[in-house]
């Protein structure tokens, strides 16, 4: 069963986010997956990973179906697969269950600025907490 953490966002700035966590995993020698909701999100954030901190650089790949993602350290994609056999999930959109549950880690999101995601998020929240021992809060 994965490590599962919930990030709590109080504003929607969840791109920074997602850079933060990648480098931190990147960091740890953990090959990272990156899902987000649409190709739109995918590539403002393969854009954002060029400029979000001007010392840092993550090496990334888009899955967007046109490039080899397997030796990629970190993958950003919008379909449940794990082109570079990453280790920790980064659903920056929802997933299936049995999907995430292939990862040693899993970051997940309580947007509670907003009150449908909110809900949504402790749908999820409930439902990690009937398959894992591993569940926090950050």
């Known amino acids: 069963m994965p490590i599962v953490e919930f990030v709590k966002l109080t504003k929607p700035e969840k791109a920074k986010h997602l850079c933060e966590l990648a480098a931190e995993f990147y960091q740890q020698g953990k090959r990272v997956l990156i899902i987000v909701v649409d190709d739109n999100q995918a590539l403002t954030l393969d854009r954002f990973m060029w400029t979000w901190d001007r010392h840092s650089f993550l090496p990334h790949v888009w899955d967007n179906g046109t490039v080899e993602c397997h030796e990629e350290a970190i993958a950003i994609g919008t379909q449940p697969r794990n082109p570079n056999g990453a280790q920790v999930l980064i659903a920056a959109a929802p997933c299936a269950l049995d ?29 990690w907490q009937g398959v894992t021992r591993d569940l926090r809060m950050r």
């Open 99 to 127: 999907f995430m549950q292939q990862f040693e880690h899993v970051i997940d999101f309580a947007e509670t600025y907003d009150d449908t995601l909110r809900d949504a998020a402790r749908k999820r929240y409930a439902q």
